[in-house]
Each structure stands twice: as C-alpha cells, then as structure tokens.
C-alpha cells in the first residue's frame, strides 16, 4: 500500500491540472507556480526520506511507516478540500513528506522481514504497487474527468486518504522489525516475531534459531566496529556501498524514466502525433507496459540476481533512447513519414518495459539490502533522498530541455544508460540470495578497516568464490 500511495500521488496530479475546474479555482500566474504545485510533492518526499533515517532508528520501522500512513491521511485531506494555492502546496509538501518516509521506511522494513530468498522479489513488490498506484491515478482521473464542478479533482485527490488510512490500520497488527527490536536489546520480541514471520518447517528445522543468532552475533561484532554515526557512511569499507547506493539510485532518475511518466503525451506531440486523444492513450499505454513488464523483474531478480537484469534494462533503455532520439531527429517535426510517430511509440514502451523490470525495482531493492544494520536507515535515508532530489531535477528540466535541445534530450538519456552499463558491470556486485549479513560482510563489514579490493571476474560471478574471499580477508 505504501507503493500505491507512492505511485498515485504522483501521478494523480497529471490528470488533475488538467481539469477547468481545477485550472479555475487555484489560477495560477505562470508556468512557474504550475511547477511548483508538481514539485512541491517531491520537496516534501526529499525532506521526508530524510527525515525517515531517523525516525527508523529511533522509533522503529513499524512506527515509522505507521506514523507515514498517518501522515498522509492529513496531508491527502487537505490536498483534497484546498481553497487556495497556499494550502494546496502545503498539503502536497505535507502529503509529501509522508511518502518520503514511506518510500524509505517500505523497503526497509520489508528487507528486514523477508528471508533471504525472497527478499529481492518482496522488496520488488514495493515497485508493482508503484506501477499499481500511477495506473490507477490516470484512470480515476480519467473517470471523474467529466464530473461537474471542484468534485472532479476532489474525488481523485480525496481517494487516496482512505488508502492511506487502511495502511495506517493495517500497519498496527504487522510485527516489528527482529533486526531493529535484536538492536534495542529487545531480544524476546525480537525471537517471537521472527518465528511470527516464519513457518512451521523453518522453525522446526532451527531455520529461524540460526538466523536470530546471525542477526545477534552481526549485532555484537557490529557494536565493536562502527559508531553507527553519519559519518561511519564515509569511512573506509563504507563508502563504496555508499556511492553504489547514492548513484543506483540518481542513476533510475536520469534513465529518464519520469520523462515518459509525467510527459508522456507531450513527447508524443513532438514525435508527430497530432490527436490529445491518442496521446492520452497512449499515455495510459506505458503506465500499463510499465505494470505489466515489473512482473519478469520480480520473477527474475532471485533467479537470475540482480546484476543481470540492471546491465540487460540499461542495454535496452539505450537502445530505445537512441532509436526514439534519431527517428524525431530524422523525420520530426514536419513527419511526413506516417510511420515514424509509432516507431517512437514503440520505442517509448521499449524503453518504459526495459526499466520496469529492472531499475525499477532493483533502485529500491539493492540499497535496501548492502549496509549494515547500525547505520541501514541512515544510509537508506540517504539514497533515498538522492533519488527524489534527482526526480524533482529531471521533472523540473525535462520541458525546459524538449524545447531547447529537442531530440537532443533523448541522447542524454541515452548516454546515461550507457555510463550506467559499463558502471555496473565493473562496480556492483551481486547480492541475489544472501542473508543480510552476508552481503555485509562481502563488502568487508570491518568499518574503519581496509575497503575491499575491486572485484575480480570470477567472484563477480561466483557467489560462493565472493564470499570465501572476502571472509579470508576480514
Ligand atoms: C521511480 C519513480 C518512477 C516509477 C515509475 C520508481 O521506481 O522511483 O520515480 O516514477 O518508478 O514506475
């Protein structure tokens, strides 16, 4: 439900500012004051995922997102009954700053309750409910469209109080965290939710006995090597992981990923196609591409690891940005071509399907799951705030750049999965089917100690070889 809240808020306004009775209770000045009602959603996410690192540490991560889900019931209520510009921007930054700390605290939370072999495919989920939430939002916007008067944008606006108060309910009968209750010296609860999260074969077969002592014997030999403090993320051992999570997730951001999501119909203007209509389905189209391709991504990323499908998305996306860029460039803006403008449809969903299996989740998975548990929600906390600060650069700069470099934009994009390819390929190494303790001490989990020598080709390609190696030389 997070992922939906997520996804549906920021897609809702897509449709509202469209509506004349939004357009005429709010009148806005210029180009300027439009954005910033956009945006300010995403400077409430910036501030909230900060803050997130946090409130998860102190306060724990089920309190968190249950504080998060709260939030946002009165951030969406007074999204819904605004009056003036003043209390709509309030409310978006309010309703924002929910959904920071959700983004943040979801993943995090459910990293730490999932087993090991599944942890990639649940974290995953988080990304199908975004997909979910910015689907729905286009449709329901799409519904009250042709509703008379301020009901048509309050109705959208006003749904998703009530997904975020079943959150809010829901969240109160879900266990803590183990990880964090083991780190709070909250042993017993931290063993009884363990086993609450377990079944019967795992708890019969001391599955879950040996993973509460993993998790106590990290927590121990954690408290003799880092302070936890912020800047243990910088630290020799550490900020590698940290400049892989920081620009995995700039990196989902500059795929240009949200200039299909927020700009869809006017990239298909400038790819010739005349018609609001069809744009407006096709629109709709990448939102269902973008569903319905997340699924071989959460098949996939426990099967095949992470590293794949990172290195085949960028491949694809490059592709589809190159093709996308040269064919406006070559045939654009007169199109005499018929043809063309639906080469850039079908590369616009090429592109949109490459990223929903791939950056798509795994920008949320993979920081989830590489730091240690003393500093993970500060750490967290950080990249996901880095990807919201690159979100709300690239929706600012998008229309500026269509206008002033035109196809151009789509090779930057395109230049971009590249860097992207040859960056993983040498620098991320793989986490598929490793407890979190495991991943940790992959990377050399000795904070303040040596950082671990660049991965040669066969432990990036050898679990087993990864792991025997690093542990010799912690
Ligand atoms: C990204 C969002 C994007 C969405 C599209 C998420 O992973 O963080 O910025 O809009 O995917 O599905």
Redesign the pocket.
């Known amino acids: 439900i997070g992922g939906v809240l ?2 549906y808020d ?1 897609g809702v306004i897509n449709g509202v500012l469209a509506m004349t009775p939004f357009q005429q209770t709010f009148q806005w000045k210029n180009s300027a004051m439009k954005g910033f009602i956009v945006s300010s959603l995403q400077l409430g996410c910036f501030l909230g995922s900060l803050g997130a690192g946090y409130f998860c540490e102190k306060f724990g991560r089920k309190r968190s997102v249950l504080g998060g889900a709260s939030l946002f019931v009165i951030g969406g209520a007074l999204q819904a009954s605004a009056h003036g510009i003043p209390q709509l921007i309030v409310s978006r930054i309010i309703a924002g700053f929910a959904v920071g700390i959700l ?1 943040m605290g979801v993943p995090l939370y459910l990293s730490e309750v999932a087993p090991a072999k599944i942890r990639g495919t649940l974290v995953s989920m988080q ?1 199908l409910a ?2 979910l939430g ?1 689907l729905i939002a286009f449709w329901i916007d799409y519904g009250t469209l042709n509703i008379s008067g301020n009901n048509s944008w309050r109705v959208p606006f006003g749904i998703q109080v009530g997904i975020a108060g079943i959150m809010a309910i829901g969240m109160i009968f879900l266990p803590e965290s183990p990880r964090w209750l083991m780190d709070n010296n909250l042993e017993e609860r931290a063993e009884a939710n363990i086993n609450r999260l377990r079944n019967e074969r795992a708890i019969a077969s001391g599955e879950t006995a040996a993973e509460v002592s993993e998790i106590r014997e990290s927590i121990a030999f954690e408290c003799e090597v880092g302070s936890g403090k912020w800047s243990e993320l910088f630290v020799n051992g550490m900020w590698r992981r940290t400049l892989i999570g920081v620009l995995i997730q700039i990196f ?2 500059l795929t240009g ?2 200039a299909v ?2 700009y869809a119909s006017s990239i298909l203007a400038q790819a010739g196609f005349d018609s609001q209509s069809t744009a407006l389905l096709a629109t709709a189209g990448s939102g269902i591409v ?1 569903v319905v391709f ?1 699924f071989p991504g959460l098949y996939f990323i426990d099967r095949a690891g992470r590293r794949p499908l990172l290195l085949s998305g960028a491949a694809i996306m490059t592709v589809g940005m190159v093709i996308l860029g040269v064919l406006i460039a070559v045939y654009g803006p007169e199109f005499s071509n018929t043809a063309a403008p639906y080469g850039c449809l079908v590369m616009m969903y090429i592109f949109t399907a490459g ?2 299996f791939s ?3 795994i ?2 998975v993979y920081p989830s799951e590489i730091y240690p548990l003393r500093i993970r929600s500060k750490a967290i906390a950080l990249t996901t705030a880095s ?1 919201w600060l690159f ?1 709300f650069a690239v929706s600012q700069l998008v229309p500026v750049l269509m206008e002033a470099i035109d196809w151009g934009l789509y090779i930057i994009f395109a230049a971009f999965g590249l860097i992207m390819l040859i960056w993983v390929y040498f620098y991320v190494p793989e986490t598929k089917g490793k407890t979190l303790e495991e991943i940790d001490l992959m990377f050399g989990s000795r904070a303040g100690g040596r950082a671990p020598a660049p991965l040669s080709s066969t432990e990036k390609t050898n679990d087993t070889a990864v792991i025997g190696v690093v542990q010799e030389k912690v």
Do not use: K, L, V
Request: glycine share 12%.
């Open positions: 997520f996804g920021s983004s990304q975004i997909t910015i989902q951001q990923i949200n999501m927020y973008n997340t990223f929903a950056w798509g989740p920008g949320w990807n979100n």
